[in-house]
Nanobody, 122 residues
Framework: QVHLVESGGGLVQAGESLRLSCAAS????????MGWYRQAPGKQRELVAA???????NYAESVKGRFTISRDNAKNTMYLQMNRLKPEDTAVYYC????????????????WGQGTQVTVSS
């Protein structure tokens, strides 16, 4: 079983930056996709950024040019660099990874982080 632990959220002013981290532990044979969702109060969870098969990256239109997803394989850690933050970026951010746990299994499982609060004041 894979366990994801997030960190890096907090309270910042508009225009400032934050970097979220998502550290993975457990047995991972391969990763199909990884990324970040967010959920603001009263709104549905939305995909913010995702890296697919380590080759392509997708971003929500609202964060393009401001957010960057990256990964440090040596540390089993994924990051979301958030620049020029806006009050509308306020939400709980969740990391996820879609993975296979062994070479003999084609099953793709999803693990979620516990969520970290990001609050941007105007």
């Amino acid at each position: 079983q894979v366990h994801l632990v997030e960190s890096g959220g907090g309270l910042v002013q508009a225009g400032e930056s934050l970097r979220l981290s998502c550290a993975a532990s457990g047995t991972i044979f391969s990763i199909n996709a990884m990324g970040w969702y967010r959920q603001a109060p009263g709104k549905q969870r939305e995909l913010v950024a995702a890296s697919i098969n380590g080759s392509s990256t997708n971003y929500a239109e609202s964060v393009k040019g401001r957010f960057t997803i990256s990964r440090d394989n040596a540390k089993n850690t994924m990051y979301l660099q958030m620049n020029r933050l806006k009050p509308e970026d306020t939400a709980v951010y969740y990391c996820f990874t879609d993975y296979r746990f062994a070479d003999y299994s084609t099953m793709v499982l999803r693990a979620w982080g516990q969520g970290t609060q990001v609050t941007v004041s105007s």
